[in-house]
C-alpha cells in the first residue's frame, strides 16, 4: 500500500478501503489486545501481590476492579475525542501516558496506589481499543466490517492465550513489579509500531465539532437506538462472563487446585486457545449463517457453560472444572466479534462516539462481576453463578429485542 499523508484527502480516505497488509491488522488487533494485556498479564501474580502487601485476594482483586473501571471511562471520553480530532493524536496520547501507568504501578507503594494507577493505566489503555475499533468502522462496513472485526479478535485473542503464561514465566525471574514493567515496555513496542504503520483515517470532512453539549446528544442518540444498544448490552454480558472467568481464574487454578503458577498460565493458554479456534470458525461460519445467530449460540453456550461450573463446583468435582472452563471460554469466540459488528453496523458518522459507548458498557459488566467472584474466598461457585446468570441474562436480551430485523 502507497504512503498516505497524516492527514488525508478524500481520493487517499478510499485508497485506505483496499485490503490491509498483515502489518496495520498486526498492530490494529495489538491495540485491540490493551484489555487483556492490562488485566491478564499480571494475573499469575495476584496471590503474590497479596502476601507481599499483606492483603486478602478480594483487596488485590480492587486493582483489577480499577483497571476495568479505567478502560470503561477511558473509552468514554476518548472515543467522541477521537471523532473531532482524528485517530492518531488521541492514540499517540494515550500510549504515552500508559507507558507512564505502567512504570508507576511497577514502583506502587502501596494498594491504594496501586489501585490508582491501574486506574490511569486502564484509561490510557482504552485509547487503543476504541480507536483501533473506529478505524475498522471508519473504511469497512456490513459483512467486509464483520470479517474485519473477527480477523482482529482472533490476532488478538492471542493476548489471553499469551499474556499468563508469559506472566507466569516473568515470575520465574522477576518480581510483580517486573511484571508491570514489561507492560510498559508492550506499549512502548505498539507506540513505536502505531508511528511507524498507522494513519489517520478519518479525514477532516468526516470529523464532528468538539463541543460538550454535542457529545451528550451524540450518547442520547445511541442510548435511544434500540438495535445499537440491544447488541451493546448481548456483547457486554458476554463479556462479563469472559471476566468472572479472568477474574477468578488466578485463584481456582493455584488454590482451588493447587496448581502451579505456571501450570496455571498454561491452563489459562489453553483456554485461550479454544477462544482462538472458535474466533476462526466463526469468521467463517458468519458467510454462510445470520450473525444474530452465531450470537445466540454463543451466549446461550455461556449460560448452560456457567451452570454446570457452579454444579461441578457445589458438588466438590473440582477437577470438572478444567474441561467445563475450556469449552465455555471457547464459547466467548462467538460472542465478541458478532456483537461488536452488529452494533456498529450503520455508525459510520460516529464510528469513535459508539465504539466508546459499547466499550464503556462492556467494561463497566466486567468491573461490576470482578468483586462478585471473590465473594466466597478461592472458590469456583461465585464464578460459575455468575457466569451462568449473565450469559442467560444475555440470551433473554437478544432473545427478546435483538432477534433479526431489530429496528430503533
Excluded: K
Amino acid at each position: 500500500m502507497s504512503e498516505a499523508p497524516a492527514v488525508e484527502p478524500a481520493a487517499a480516505h478510499e485508497a485506505w478501503r483496499r485490503p490491509w497488509p498483515l502489518r496495520l491488522v498486526l498492530v490494529l488487533a495489538g491495540l485491540s489486545a490493551f484489555a487483556p494485556l492490562t488485566t491478564d498479564l499480571y494475573l499469575p501474580a495476584l496471590p503474590q501481590i497479596a502476601r507481599d502487601y499483606g492483603v486478602s485476594a478480594a483487596s488485590v482483586q480492587v486493582t483489577l476492579t480499577a483497571s476495568v473501571l479505567g478502560i470503561a471511562a477511558g473509552q468514554l471520553l476518548i472515543g467522541p475525542l477521537s471523532d473531532v480530532l482524528g485517530r492518531r493524536r488521541p492514540l499517540v496520547a494515550g500510549l504515552l501516558l500508559y507507558i507512564a501507568a505502567s512504570l508507576g504501578c511497577a514502583a506502587a507503594p502501596s494498594v491504594p496506589a496501586l489501585d490508582l494507577l491501574r486506574l490511569v493505566q486502564g484509561f490510557a489503555g482504552a485509547a487503543g481499543i476504541v480507536i483501533a475499533r473506529a478505524m475498522v468502522r471508519d473504511m469497512y462496513s456490513g459483512l467486509d466490517a464483520g470479517r474485519m472485526y473477527a480477523a482482529l479478535s482472533s490476532v488478538m485473542a492471542l493476548a489471553p492465550i499469551l499474556a499468563p503464561f508469559v506472566g507466569a514465566q516473568l515470575l520465574l525471574v522477576t518480581t510483580w513489579r517486573g511484571v508491570f514493567a514489561v507492560q510498559g515496555a508492550i506499549g512502548l513496542a505498539l507506540l513505536a509500531a502505531s508511528l511507524v504503520v498507522t494513519h489517520e483515517t478519518l479525514a477532516p470532512a468526516q470529523r464532528h465539532p468538539g463541543s460538550l453539549r454535542h457529545t451528550i446528544v451524540i450518547y442520547r442518540e445511541l442510548l435511544h437506538h434500540r438495535r445499537f444498544m440491544t447488541f451493546v448490552a448481548g456483547g457486554s454480558l458476554g463479556f462479563a462472563c469472559m471476566f468472572a472467568y479472568i477474574s477468578a481464574s488466578a485463584f481456582v487454578y493455584q488454590s482451588v487446585l493447587g496448581l502451579s503458577p505456571q501450570t496455571y498460565g498454561l491452563l489459562f493458554a489453553l483456554n485461550g486457545g479454544g477462544l482462538l479456534a472458535v474466533n476462526l470458525l466463526n469468521a467463517r461460519l458468519m458467510r454462510s449463517f445470520p450473525q444474530e445467530h452465531l450470537l445466540q449460540i454463543g451466549v446461550r453456550s455461556l449460560a448452560v457453560g456457567g451452570a454446570l461450573i457452579a454444579v461441578a463446583a457445589i458438588a466438590g468435582r473440582d477437577w470438572l472444572l478444567v474441561p467445563l472452563l475450556f469449552l465455555t471460554v471457547s464459547s466467548v469466540g462467538l460472542v465478541m466479534a458478532n456483537a461488536v459488528a452488529l452494533s456498529m453496523e450503520g455508525e459510520r458518522e460516529r464510528a469513535g462516539s459508539a465504539s466508546a459507548l459499547f466499550g464503556m458498557v462492556q467494561f463497566a459488566a466486567g468491573a461490576a462481576v470482578a468483586p462478585l467472584v471473590g465473594l466466597a474466598g478461592a472458590s469456583a461457585v461465585p464464578m460459575g453463578i455468575v457466569m451462568a446468570l449473565a450469559g442467560a441474562a444475555a440470551v433473554i436480551v437478544l432473545g427478546t429485542l435483538g432477534g433479526p430485523g431489530i429496528r430503533r
